[in-house]
Structure formats: structure tokens, C-alpha cells
């Protein structure tokens, strides 16, 4: 049964109380601010009970898409989200509260899944080749997006396109689209500069566009 | 050169109508998507490649991960804190064990060097100190070595509690 000083916090954003979620007179869309941090991360070095599972909770998702991204296999996924959390618990201590807690978390993720793969041998980068810039001129005279996004077939091939691309890649997309994280704060999470961030997300979207285009051409 | 402005002009076009592609989706998806008919066919593609990066075929998270997790780790920290704590201590009663084996390894000659040695600077307060006065013996120097130990271990444990927030 969890103590009654870490029931959950109006906004639903975390399980810390009313009394110290500073996150509890803010939306529930807002992301968890720098107090929000301090007092999790200051519950957690204190042995709050449940303070850590919280700070589990808050995170997982963004720890488990950065690393699922990239290694693309639950099992390795799941050792490596946990392996995760043991650093941040171990190495907490030295979190100075510079950056937003999420990206410092990133930071260990993305550094965790970067050396499993560096391990193995995987490439996470694409060194070089098409850029997709060469679509860049066709521009379609028409396009139904509602048709095309009901089209099965062709939210496979995308599917399938995306999953083809580079783990690192594939990560910085994911955190773009998916959760919503600034370009800045990416750079922070992978170390990359925001110009870099900025070229992954433009070639790569460039390419599927490229990829749609050309599936759409053969459908018509 | 032409080429190349063309290009950036190209790329930056580029660039815009992917995130314009961004901004209409997101805005779409909390306002119910009234603007997808409004979008040029350049954005509209943009738009449905926005649509499949925002549903990537993600592995799901196993139920309760972060209660399992959370468990196990502190679990391991706690037997890692509990095995620290001990291993200090033994660490510490062995270091008061060896001391004490030194002293009576070494004979009263030593010792009363000591206490020499010791009532030779007491007694050397008044005047500048003398090198023959601070040469103490052997036994003074480990003395002196083991409290330097002891003050350093002590001073290194109060920063690590300071630095802790």
C-alpha cells in the first residue's frame, strides 16, 4: 500500500502529495517542472518510500522509447530500461539540476542503449548516401490525405520504411514526433549539435516522402 | 554557385513545409483535424509521413515495470548499503586490532621514547621549536600516520554528506 505522503497529485502528472507536487497548479499537459524534479529527486536521495517508483513511473516512457528505438527488441529493451534506472539511482546524487531531469535521464538511456549496440556492432548512424534531397522538386498537383491515411497498405510500406532506417535516427524521430521533445532538448539527450538533430530530421523525412510519393505513384 | 543558392532555397522550403506539416498535425490532433483540407499537397504529404512517425510500432511496456523495477533496485541497494556498512565497520575494528598489535609489537623502549619525545616539546613550548625536538620515534610517526587516516576518512565522509542534497 503506498503512504499516504505520496498519494497522487491532482494533476495525475506524478504520485508525489498535493503538498509537494509544485506540479499540482499547473495543466496536466504541462511537462514537470524544475520544483517537480527537486522535490522528486530530493524525495528519492531521502529514501522516501515509493519516491523512486514514481520517478520510474514519470520517465519509463521516455527511457523506453529512446531505447527501444534503437535496439528494437523488447527483451534487450526491457534489461536495458532497467539498467537505466539502477544509474539514475546510483549516480543521482550527482544530477546538479542544470538541465531538465528528463534529459538527464535521456542522457543515460541514450548513453546505455548507444554502448549495447556499440557492443554488437551495430552502426547507429548512417554515414552517408541518398538524402532524399532529389524529390525535392516533385511536388504532387493533388493529394488526399484522409484517402491516403485510411490506405493500409501504404501506412505499412511507411511503417516498414521507417523501421529500415538507422537506430539513432529512427530514436531522434520518435522523440520528435512522439513525445514531443525540442530539438534542443534532443541535442542535449544525444550530445549532438542542434543543427545535426535538425539534418537527421530533415533527411529523414525528406527520404519518406520521397518512399510515399513513389508508392502513391504506383497506386494511381 | 547559382545551384547551390538554389539548392539552400530548396532545402529551406523543404524544411518549412515539414514543419508546418508538424504544427497542422499536432494542432489537428487537439481541435479534431478541421485544417487537413486546407493543407497544400506538398504539406498534406508532410502531414501523413507526421502521421506514421507519431505511431511508430513501439514494443509495449510490460505491466507494473516500474513497480518491478523500482523494487529490485532498491532491494539490491539496500543489501549493497547493508554489506558497505559492515564492511566500514570491520574495516574499522580491524584497523584498531592492527594499531593495538603495533603498540605491543613494539617494546616499552619505544614507548618511552615516545613519552620522551612528547615531554620534550611540551617543554620546548616557550622557545622556537628545535629539528631534535619534533624528530619523534618511530612509534610517533606511525601515531601520527594512523590519526591522518583516521582525520582524512572522517574529513572525506563529511564532504560526501555535504555534497548530497
Redesign the interface.
Known amino acids: 500500500m503506498r503512504p499516504a505522503r505520496l498519494q497522487s497529485c491532482p494533476t495525475g502528472s506524478c504520485n508525489l502529495s498535493g503538498a509537494r507536487c509544485i506540479d499540482a497548479r499547473m495543466g496536466p499537459t504541462e511537462p514537470p517542472s524544475l520544483d517537480h524534479d527537486r522535490a522528486l529527486v530530493e524525495a528519492v536521495l531521502g529514501r522516501v518510500p515509493g519516491a523512486f517508483e514514481t520517478l520510474v513511473r514519470d520517465y519509463q516512457g521516455l527511457c523506453w522509447h529512446i531505447i527501444d528505438r534503437m535496439v528494437r527488441h523488447p527483451d534487450d529493451t526491457r534489461d536495458l530500461c532497467q539498467e537505466t534506472f539502477l544509474r539514475v539511482h546510483q549516480y543521482l546524487h550527482q544530477y546538479r539540476f542544470e538541465s531538465a531531469l528528463k534529459s538527464w535521464i535521456g542522457q543515460v538511456a541514450y548513453s546505455v542503449a548507444r554502448r549495447f549496440l556499440e557492443r554488437k556492432r551495430i552502426p547507429i548512424v548512417e554515414s552517408t548516401g541518398n538524402d532524399g534531397t532529389d524529390v525535392l522538386e516533385q511536388v504532387p498537383d493533388a493529394f488526399d490525405l484522409e484517402a491516403a491515411s485510411a490506405d493500409a497498405e501504404l501506412a505499412a510500406a511507411l511503417h516498414a520504411e521507417i523501421e529500415a532506417l538507422p537506430p539513432l535516427q529512427r530514436m531522434v524521430l520518435t522523440l520528435y514526433h512522439l513525445d514531443e521533445v525540442p530539438i534542443l532538448e534532443i541535442a542535449a539527450i544525444t550530445g549532438l549539435a542542434e543543427g545535426t538533430v535538425k539534418s537527421h530530421l530533415f533527411r529523414c523525412r525528406t527520404r519518406l516522402r520521397g518512399r510515399l510519393e513513389a508508392l502513391i505513384g504506383a497506386t494511381t | 554557385m547559382k545551384s547551390h543558392d538554389n539548392?539552400t532555397e530548396?532545402?529551406k522550403?523543404?524544411?518549412d513545409a515539414?514543419e508546418r506539416a508538424?504544427r497542422e498535425e499536432?494542432a489537428g490532433a487537439r481541435q479534431g483535424d478541421r485544417t487537413?483540407a486546407r493543407?497544400s499537397?506538398?504539406v498534406?504529404?508532410?502531414?501523413?509521413?507526421?502521421?506514421?512517425?507519431?505511431?511508430?510500432?513501439?514494443?509495449p511496456?510490460?505491466t507494473d515495470?516500474?513497480?518491478l523495477?523500482?523494487?529490485?533496485?532498491?532491494a539490491?541497494?539496500g543489501t549493497t548499503d547493508f554489506v558497505e556498512t559492515w564492511l566500514e565497520r570491520g574495516l574499522v575494528v580491524l584497523l584498531i586490532f592492527v594499531g593495538a598489535g603495533a603498540v605491543l609489537s613494539y617494546n616499552a623502549e619505544f614507548l618511552s621514547g615516545y613519552v620522551e619525545s612528547l615531554r620534550a616539546l611540551l617543554s620546548a613550548v616557550p622557545r622556537v621549536p628545535q629539528a631534535t625536538d619534533i624528530a619523534l620515534p618511530p612509534f610517533g610517526v606511525w601515531g601520527l600516520a594512523i590519526a591522518a587516516c583516521v582525520g582524512f576518512t572522517w574529513l572525506f565522509e563529511s564532504w560526501q554528506k555535504w555534497?548530497?542534497?
Open positions: 539548392e530548396h532545402a522550403r523543404e524544411w515539414q508538424v499536432r487537413a493543407s499537397p506538398h498534406g504529404i508532410y502531414r501523413l509521413v507526421v502521421r506514421a512517425l507519431k505511431q511508430p510500432p513501439l514494443d511496456i510490460p515495470f516500474a513497480a523495477t523500482a523494487a529490485r533496485i532498491e539490491e541497494s555534497e548530497r542534497p
